[in-house]
């Protein structure tokens, strides 16, 4: 199977590492990453310490099976108008990315190409994940391997396919732990709400993910915001099988020593996904009539801050 892992920063790296084992992998992503890719290798550090060789690139072309998307969330729909000339009704697109409606994007992308080229919903196949994996960029070349966890895929429509099996047995046979989600809808508005109580509550404050759980009022903001989006997420017909801000203590305690990558891209002068987290909770919650005070807070404060930066 060939692979193309588009938007190959710190994450799309780290997964194009590990499947560059087994599998014939090109990487497409920044031009001083790629070049010190192609000629020294890929470094790792971390909680995995080696060098891999994937095939690199700056630029989309050939043919591939499968289409990892890793690109930032609000780059969803310039990286599909890129990508449209090679993927045709036997590419797989997997879009591996935080927040809400990358998987609409991708699909509203592919009906456009679709209705030119007589493909259908059913013979272009996209796939959904979601992953605890934490990775940092460090420099050209190299990446750091932060966190390790479990990585969740699934069809948009819940179905167990071929398809999805064969992905879930490849990311499993080089060491990157997969199972197969029969409601990825639900697992995705999980994590989007854990990331929406831990990452712009760092932003804001500078602090590491561990002190949100050490300052009584931070953790108390935490599960409000945790509230907020359980309500839409319900109105949505979303409903969990456990306790969101439990989930949401748990992950900032595992990462306690993390700088949450919204923070991350506060402090290099990037663009935040908040727009994709709290912004499309809160959008969300307006199309059901449910108030949203936190997350509106959140998405105007993070949104300021990066305007001033």
């Not at 499968?66 to 310039?78: E, H, S």
């Not at 090679?86 to 592919?110: H, R």
């Not at 390790?148 to 990311?171: D, H, L, N, P, Q």
């Not at 700088?259 to 994709?276: A, H, P, V, Y």
Request: glycine share 12%; proline share 2%; aromatic share 6%.
């Amino acid at each position: 199977m060939r692979i193309l892992v588009f938007g190959a920063g710190s994450m799309g790296s780290l997964f194009g590492g590990f499947l560059s084992q087994r599998y014939d992998v090109t990487l497409v992503g920044r031009k001083k990453h790629m070049e010190q890719i192609k000629r020294n290798g890929l470094k790792i550090t971390g909680k995995t310490n080696r060098m891999f060789y994937p095939k690199t690139g700056t630029k989309r072309g050939g043919k591939y099976d499968l289409v990892i998307l890793t690109v930032k969330a609000y780059d969803t729909r310039k990286s599909m108008n890129m990508l449209k000339s090679i993927i045709d009704g036997n590419t797989i697109i997997l879009s591996l990315q935080n927040g809400l409606g990358n998987e609409k994007i991708v699909m509203d992308s592919l009906k456009n190409k679709g209705s030119k080229k007589g493909l259908s919903k059913r013979n272009i196949g996209v796939l959904r994940g979601i992953t605890a994996h934490g990775a940092i960029f460090v420099k050209p070349g190299e990446i750091h391997h932060s966190g390790m966890g479990e990585t969740v895929i699934g069809e948009i429509y819940g179905k167990k396919t071929e398809r999805i099996k064969k992905i879930c047995s490849m990311f499993n046979s080089v060491g990157i732990k997969t199972r197969i989600s029969n409601d990825i809808k639900k697992d995705v508005w999980a994590k989007t709400i854990v990331n929406s109580a831990i990452n712009p509550v760092t932003a804001v404050t500078g602090l590491k993910n561990g002190y949100l759980l050490k300052i009584p009022m931070l953790t108390n903001l935490m599960e409000n915001i945790c509230i907020e989006g359980v309500k839409v997420a319900n109105a949505s017909g979303v409903f969990f099988d456990s306790d969101v801000f439990e989930e949401t203590k748990k992950i900032a305690g595992l990462t306690s020593e993390n700088r949450s990558s919204m923070l991350q891209d506060i402090e290099s002068g990037k663009k935040t996904e908040i727009d994709f987290i709290n912004g499309a909770i809160a959008k969300i919650g307006k199309r059901h009539g449910i108030e949203t005070p936190l997350n509106n807070m959140l998405t105007g404060m993070v949104k300021g801050i990066g305007e001033k930066g």
